[in-house]
């Protein structure tokens, strides 16, 4: 199987990506995904499905996305509507 330009290697799910992993010379073909967890209450408060093979372009828009999520029900347990 030959890999396209855009590193794809499945032929049967395109979207999917070759992501190096930590083995010399290795690696697997899938998803990167991001979670960010609150863990005082041990939940997941966002999340992402990427075919990029590094993470690290997502950190900034992850902490956002939770900062955001996070001060939104921490304004509504302040007015009683989160349970």
């Known amino acids: 199987m030959l890999a396209s330009s855009d590193q794809r290697v499945s032929l049967t799910d395109p979207d999917s990506r070759s992501m190096a992993t930590s083995g010399r010379g290795s690696g697997v073909v899938g998803y990167n995904v991001q979670v960010a967890v609150d ?3 041990h939940l997941i408060v966002a999340h992402e499905v990427t075919n990029s093979g590094s993470g690290r372009a997502q950190l900034a828009n992850m902490a956002k996305q939770a900062k955001a999520i996070l ?4 304004s509504a347990g302040r007015r009683g509507t989160a349970q």
Do not use: G, K
């Not at 001060?71 to 921490?74: K, P, R, S, V, W």
């Open 39 to 41: 863990t005082e209450h």
């Open 71 to 74: 001060l939104t029900a921490d």
